[in-house]
């Protein structure tokens, strides 16, 4: 069994950055692709990013392209997401999540194994 455990979400004002982390326990952490997902209120959960095992393949979604970076350390079991230039509409409950898959950056949840419980980004305009 494999738990997430995302922290860093809080309250920013827009513009501003804030850091992501998602703690893996087990030992499988570093042998499957790992993502971030968001949803917000009355929306389906959508796709943030997404990173291969040893960190050499990325995926964006487009709508946070050139602010987002998801990095990994599996040293660490610790998968990151750092948001800067935030707006408004990034407010969500952001998700971390391991795949299925080692290589592969899979982009849709039905994808993906294993969830965190999420962490609240509420960003002011």
């Known amino acids: 069994q494999v738990q997430l455990v995302e922290s860093g979400g809080g309250l920013v004002q827009s513009g501003g950055s804030l850091r992501l982390s998602c703690t893996a326990s087990?030992?499988?952490?570093?042998?499957?692709?790992v993502g971030w997902f968001r949803q917000a209120p009355g929306s389906q959960r959508d796709f943030v990013a997404a990173?291969?095992?040893?960190?050499?393949?990325?995926r964006y979604a487009d709508s946070v392209k050139g602010r987002f970076t998801i990095s990994r350390d599996n040293a660490k079991n610790t998968l990151y997401l750092q948001m800067n230039s935030l707006k408004p509409e990034d407010t969500a409950v952001y998700y971390c999540?391991?795949?299925?898959?080692?290589?592969?950056?899979?982009?849709?949840?039905?994808?993906?194994?294993?969830w965190g419980q999420g962490t609240q980004v509420t960003v002011s305009s």
């Open positions: 990173i291969s095992w040893r960190g050499a393949t990325t």
């Open positions: 087990g030992r499988t952490f570093s042998s499957y692709a």
């Open positions: 999540a391991r795949a299925q898959t080692p290589i592969l950056v899979p982009t849709t949840p039905a994808e993906y194994s294993y």
